[in-house]
């Protein structure tokens, strides 16, 4: 039963942050470059929400925090070294 609510909680946070807290969305090019305009100033977070980017055998994720600042063009690089550990199936 705590299983269960832990899921539900996981399914609607996801969905959240696919909604109401979603600033702005983007979508590499095969070098790996996205980029995102007219995002105010602030502190915002980069997640792939738990889409996997295939690259060969790895598969990676990243939740990290970003902060733009007014008049500045941020960069930010998405590599194995930030990514998140691989989820691996319970068994």
Same mark, same amino acid.
């Given at each position: 039963?705590? @299983?269960?609510?832990?899921? %539900?909680?996981? %399914? %609607?946070?996801?969905? #959240?942050?696919?909604?109401?807290? &979603? +600033?702005?969305?983007?979508?590499?090019? &095969?070098? /790996?470059? +996205?980029?995102?305009? /007219?995002? !105010?100033? /602030?502190?915002?977070? &980069? @997640?792939?929400?738990?889409?996997?980017?295939?690259?060969?055998?790895?598969? =990676?994720?990243?939740?990290?925090?970003?902060?733009?600042?007014? /008049?500045?063009?941020?960069?930010?690089? &998405? @590599?194995? #070294?930030?990514? =998140?550990? !691989?989820?691996? !199936? +319970? %068994?």
């Amino acid at each position: 039963q705590d @299983s269960e609510a832990r899921q %539900r909680a996981h %399914r %609607r946070a996801l969905q #959240l942050a696919q909604t109401r807290y &979603l +600033a702005a969305r983007a979508e590499t090019d &095969l070098d /790996g470059r +996205a980029m995102l305009t /007219g995002i !105010p100033a /602030g502190d915002y977070w &980069l @997640s792939t929400l738990e889409i996997e980017a295939v690259v060969g055998d790895a598969h =990676l994720r990243w939740d990290l925090p970003v902060t733009v600042r007014a /008049g500045a063009t941020e960069r930010v690089e &998405l @590599s194995n #070294l930030n990514a =998140l550990e !691989p989820q691996r !199936p +319970a %068994r």
